[in-house]
């Protein structure tokens, strides 16, 4: 229900108004408060800071809302803070249902909607450059900082703590499950904002939680949860890989009634499920039981979401995707380890991470009692079911031989669960890291920076070694952009104490944008646009700008360095020469030594470069190049459980294409290759563009992006240079499984249920062509626009590929045909080939 209707008339901010309204909202809305609720609303209102650190499901939500009702209604604009952009849509288009359209913005980084508006949703680091930038000056009147543990992470917590420091004039609410000790956060919010800091805990949890050690097999384990109605079970692993494995383990266990079954198939009707993984998926669905990751395509993340909201799952298995805060109602968390890679080592979870995740256990309005369950090892699990086997036979149970834990198996027992239960989340350290790219923000306000920067570095109670290094640090930092030319020194220090001033005219919304976008745009500007490589090689410095997807690019160096162990056990290079040459083998790197070199130039003049090196690299180029579908380039390099991460990159390399390259830059080539990667995108998960269709629709159609935003819902075929494209392309990657003598991969593009050209027509024409040329060309020139083309006729194109062979005859072409109607209802490009032969 909406809040708006609930103001006080006249625009009064009186308190006890204020707290009318909003009661009598919550009792409209059926909804009852919590004392402690009470307690923070009343604080809100008499102005203090708030922090709450009560259990998940205690209802930090409803503080939260009562915090922006305060705010709209005496005027100060507030702010909503999370630290996923998943997070921040979420509570976005909440806010949008509770206080309108109109209110309520957005702002991630890729996008800003309508972000002029009372109440805004963004990113911590939007913030906390907001912060940088304006410091007390800036139009922040409140904050509501949404998971506050990320304080303590060591490479954005800055972002968490950056705000206390420099937005003295705000109010602030701040929230988060598990925070630990919190008397030196409240003392320094008091002494920075000067207001009176409340501390909201001690609250006994709404959904009391059971905890419990299983020595049963986990099938068994997970069996038992559901026959006993302590389902839906979500199972934490460590890995993405093992979540999967473990979901199509469960397929045999029957883990759903037949009713159910019934309401899942009838829910999944019609959802598009691509080949791969998403089959994968379909069936764990049929069957109850979902996988939930970071890798998974977001609409295949939000259907899992979905149907466990509805209660129509019983097991999820997943990493701890769901322990940031997503809202699923979960009955039961079922750790299969105490243990976690962190990127470093595999240790035991620590008390934060543990409680942050079984927190998610038993949701209030859904459940009583929420259920803990930690799995035990395998070894000990193993001897347990010993102990049982001879329990009666003491001396044998004496002689039997006991299952030990597999090496390096870093240990955890029960005493480790109950002390974690037991355990208190560790207190918060908040972390800083300097950089460039701070102190030019710092720059960009009328303010000592120095004093500033200090002030930032006393504000994390450093001790006397740290706060000499961070000191040494900023200097360097400094003395390095004045030598660039980059910062100039004042002849006499401003009035509000500036001693230095920028010297250069920064790029829009320097601190949101990919820090290399500059320096790409200069490399592109040195490139000869005349080469048949060129739109290519700008994709591949914009590629060389982004963040490295190391799943998909470790998958390209295994398939590389398998084709070199081939090439070179044909040579007779023995074994041992074989893994020495294999170190130089790695992913594809297009234009690294022009783009290592660049960079190191550009950054003498530009220092704050040098904290984000080039990082080149070829997904993009690589599927292009290859003629690839989203799907076959997965299914080629093996990476169906990744698709997720995937995705990402490429709607980045999207982003980064549009917003870098000017127009004055880009050829027909690359505006093709522009056009073909947004249809890409569109096509394998339109769930993001469907969002910002919503987006529109609640403003009116005015979004606003740092790019355009992406295109409204239409058929495949309704961007006709894009479908071009795309034709081309599966046109091309006939040409190279031709070039490969490819049989096997080139019937099965085929589809329908008349195939002209299976198998043995492929065979058979191809053997004609070898014997009249021995190679067919693939390089950009065989590519070129001049050696295809298109003729339509009416809803049906009519397609043809010409071949560049050796002797450049060019008397060879494919030949294929597209149904335009065909692929709209299809919703994906169908090509069905008809020839291949002498043009003659």
């Known amino acids: 229900m909406s809040l708006l209707p609930f103001l006080p008339p006249d625009g009064t901010a009186d308190p006890d108004d204020l707290e009318a309204g909003f009661a009598a909202w919550t009792s409209a809305s059926g909804l009852s408060l919590y004392p402690h609720q009470e307690e923070a609303l009343l604080e809100l209102l008499t102005g203090s800071n708030v922090i709450v650190t009560t259990p ?14 305060t705010a709209l209604a005496q005027g100060r604009r507030t702010y909503y803070t999370a630290p996923i952009k998943a997070l921040v849509s979420e509570k976005f288009f909440a806010l949008v249902d509770t206080f309108g359209a109109e209110n309520v913005g957005m702002v991630t980084g890729d996008a800003s909607v309508n972000a002029d508006a009372p109440v805004v949703c963004c990113t911590a680091e939007i913030l906390a450059n907001i912060a940088l930038r304006e410091g007390r000056d800036a139009d922040v009147g409140q904050v509501v900082m949404d998971e506050f543990h990320f304080v303590a992470d060591p490479d954005r917590g800055w972002a ?17 499950a598990t925070l630990g000790d919190v008397s030196l956060l409240a003392t320094q919010l008091e002494r920075t904002t000067g207001r009176d800091t409340a501390v909201i805990g001690g609250v006994t949890r709404p959904v009391p939680l059971n905890y419990t050690w299983s020595l049963d097999p986990i099938h068994e384990t997970i069996g038992n949860l559901v026959a006993t109605h302590q389902a839906p079970v979500y199972v934490v692993h460590g890995t993405q890989a093992a979540a999967v494995e473990r979901a199509q383990a469960l397929l045999s266990q029957g883990v759903l009634d037949p009713d159910r079954r019934a309401t899942l198939a009838e829910e ?33 993340r939000r259907l899992v979401e979905r149907l466990a909201q509805r209660g129509l799952l019983a097991v999820i298995c997943g990493t701890d995707t769901l322990g940031v805060g997503i809202n699923v109602p979960i009955r039961t968390v079922l750790f299969s380890a105490l243990t976690k890679f962190d990127g470093r080592r595999q240790r035991v979870l620590r008390s934060r991470e543990f409680h942050q995740i079984a927190g998610r256990a038993g949701r209030a309005g859904f459940d009583t009692v929420g259920y803990v369950v930690a799995q035990a090892p395998e070894h000990e699990v193993e001897n347990a079911r010993i102990v049982a086997k001879f329990a009666d036979d003491p001396k044998k149970l004496r002689s039997v031989r006991r299952k030990q834990p597999p090496e390096g198996f870093i240990n955890y027992t029960e005493a480790t669960f109950t002390k974690l239960i037991d355990s208190q989340p560790e207190e918060l350290h908040p972390r800083l890291s300097l950089s460039h790219a701070m102190l030019l923000n710092l720059l960009q306000r009328d303010e000592d920076t120095g004093a500033a920067v200090v002030r930032l570095i006393d504000s994390v109670n450093p001790d006397a070694a740290t706060r000499r290094r961070l000191i040494k640090r900023a200097a360097q930092l400094g003395r ?27 790029q829009r919304d320097f601190a949101l944008n990919q820090p290399l976008s500059a320096f790409a745009l200069a490399v592109i500007e040195t490139l000869d646009v005349e080469s048949p490589e060129y739109a290519l090689d700008v994709v591949s410095v914009i590629e060389a700008t982004l963040e490295n997807p190391m799943v998909i690019l470790l998958q390209q160096q295994f398939i590389a360095r398998g084709q070199a162990v081939q090439e070179m056990k044909a040579d007779g290079l023995d074994y041992d020469e074989r893994m020495d040459a294999l170190d130089d083998v790695t992913y594809p790197q297009p234009l690294a030594e022009l783009l290592e070199h660049a960079h190191a130039v550009y950054a003498g003049g530009h220092p704050w470069l040098a904290e984000t090196p080039v990082k080149p690299k070829s997904v993009v180029r690589d599927m292009y190049s290859r003629g690839m579908t989203f799907g076959q380039f997965v299914a080629h390099y093996k990476v169906q459980r990744s698709e997720g991460l995937l995705l990402r990159y490429l709607s980045d390399a999207f982003r980064a294409l549009r917003q870098t390259v000017p127009e004055s830059a880009r050829t027909e080539e690359l505006a093709d290759i522009i056009a073909w990667l947004g249809e890409v995108n569109r096509l394998t998960d339109s769930s993001l563009i469907d969002e910002w269709n919503k ?13 355009e935003a992406p295109p409204p819902s239409r058929p495949v075929t309704g961007n006709e240079r894009a479908f071009r494209v795309l034709v081309r392309n599966a046109m091309w990657r006939r040409v190279e499984l031709m070039a490969d003598d490819d049989l096997d991969a080139l019937a099965s593009l085929e589809t329908g249920q008349s195939v002209v050209m299976t198998r043995r027509h492929w065979d ?33 194109w009519q397609v043809r ?17 597209v149904d335009l109607d065909e692929c709209d209802e299809a919703g994906d490009l169908i090509v069905h080939t008809t020839d291949f032969s002498r043009q003659d």
Do not use: C
């Open 56 to 69: 998940t499901g205690s209802g930090k939500s409803l503080i939260a809302a009562a915090a922006h009702f």
């Open 160 to 176: 968490w703590h950056v705000p206390l420091v420099e937005l003295p004039q705000a109010q602030f609410l701040i929230m988060s």
């Open 268 to 300: 999944l009707k019609g959802f598009g499920f691509a080949p791969g993984f998403g089959q994968t998926l379909a069936k764990l669905l049929r069957a109850g039981i979902a996988v939930h990751h970071a890798g998974m395509l977001p609409r295949y």
């Open 480 to 506: 390095s952009l004045v030598r660039a030319g980059v910062v100039e020194r004042l002849d006499r220090p401003t009035s509000g104490g500036r001693r230095y001033a920028l010297d250069v005219d920064l």
């Open 695 to 707: 987006l529109a629709s609640l403003t009116g159609g005015e979004v606003v992006a740092l790019d």
């Open 764 to 796: 058979d024409a191809l053997g004609d062509y070898w014997h009249e040329h021995d190679q067919i060309g693939t390089d950009a020139d065989a590519r070129g626009p001049r050696f295809f083309d298109v003729t339509p006729k009416g809803r049906t």
């Open 801 to 817: 590929q010409i071949i560049a062979d050796p002797e450049g005859n060019h008397d060879w072409a494919l030949h294929a045909w």
